[in-house]
């Protein structure tokens, strides 16, 4: 497999305070654990600047201008309890966002076979009309719609693996049956939506996972539930919610998962990508807050990716 890595040139400009989980250093530890030996076939692409007015492909008409209404001049000012947004914010969610899409481009124009975005603040739980969660836009939902925009897919697939569920696209998605939703995710926990019996128009499939449940109650669930799902709807491209907050390490969750979980699953959807849509994965970072438990799970999502 070829495997492109977009990172964020920017990515410390938007700031956070002090002993807030999503901080720069995420994308910093990243790049340490995939510098060299085994990654050093890795294609590597810095993220451009996206426009930002695509974000109006999943969100609401004023949307953007809630979040400039909030930026302030100097330093960090607030969107809600636990998400922020700083005077360089705006720039950081426009090259994540471009990186994502470049990540697009690279794979559907046949450059490589799939593709990992390094990129921050993480997105889905970004509703229609809402940034919540840390997450100022959902820029895997837009690359979804650009998916279909730009390139003609008739039948996108989203798989989010992240601790917590991705309300912001399940809600973008709920209604529309050409883009396919799953998520794994700790019950209860943050944002508290998620139920298996929330299934929008038969495209959402949702795994709610207790805590504690480890790699064992994970892998019967993408066996028996995620992978039979995604597999029937056949897409023609992959996304993936890649966070790594479901790791034994992280401080936000109980899911316990170990490295070798985050390879295990990878390679699953990929099976499922190479029967169905060409081995074609875009591949987003989104939660993960324990530095060398992010380490691990990247790592071993990246040795996956590349096969």
């Not at 690279?106 to 603040?121: H, S, T, W, Y």
């Not at 892998?219 to 029937?232: C, F, G, Q, S």
């Amino acid at each position: 497999m070829s495997t492109l890595l977009v990172s964020q040139p920017n990515y410390a400009d938007h700031q956070t305070p002090q002993g807030h989980p999503e901080r720069p250093d995420r994308i910093r530890v990243v790049e340490e654990a995939l510098a060299g030996g085994r990654f050093a076939s890795l294609k590597r692409r810095n993220a451009p600047f996206g426009d930002l007015m695509l974000a109006e492909l999943v969100h609401d008409g004023a949307y953007l201008g809630r979040l400039r209404d909030a930026r302030p001049a100097e330093g960090i000012g607030q969107v809600d309890a636990d998400t922020f947004i700083s005077d360089g914010s705006m720039d950081v969610i426009a090259t994540g966002l471009g990186g994502a899409l470049a990540g697009l481009d690279a794979v559907l124009l046949g450059e490589v076979d799939n593709a990992f975005c390094a990129i921050r603040p993480p997105g889905h739980h970004a509703e229609i009309s809402t940034p919540m969660g840390f997450c100022l836009i959902n820029t895997i939902a837009i690359v979804a719609r650009e998916a279909q925009r730009k390139y003609g897919a008739e039948r996108v697939a989203i798989v989010d693996f992240d601790v917590h569920h991705g309300n912001g696209t399940q809600d973008i998605f709920k209604d529309d049956p050409s883009v396919f939703y799953a998520s794994s995710h700790q019950m209860p926990l943050y944002p508290g939506t998620g139920d298996p019996s929330e299934t929008g128009v038969g495209n959402v499939v949702n795994a709610a996972l207790p805590p504690h449940s480890g790699g064992a109650a994970m892998r019967a669930a993408y066996l028996d539930i995620i992978l039979p799902a995604l597999d029937n709807f056949a897409p023609d491209l992959l996304l993936i919610s890649a966070g790594f907050d479901a790791h034994i390490r992280d401080p936000l969750a109980q899911l316990e998962w170990v490295d070798e979980d985050f390879a295990w699953v990878t390679a699953k959807l990929m099976e499922v990508a190479g029967r169905r849509c060409g081995n074609r994965i875009v591949s987003l970072l989104e939660g993960g807050y324990d530095l060398r438990g992010l380490a691990g799970g990247v790592r071993q999502h990246l040795a996956a990716l590349l096969g």
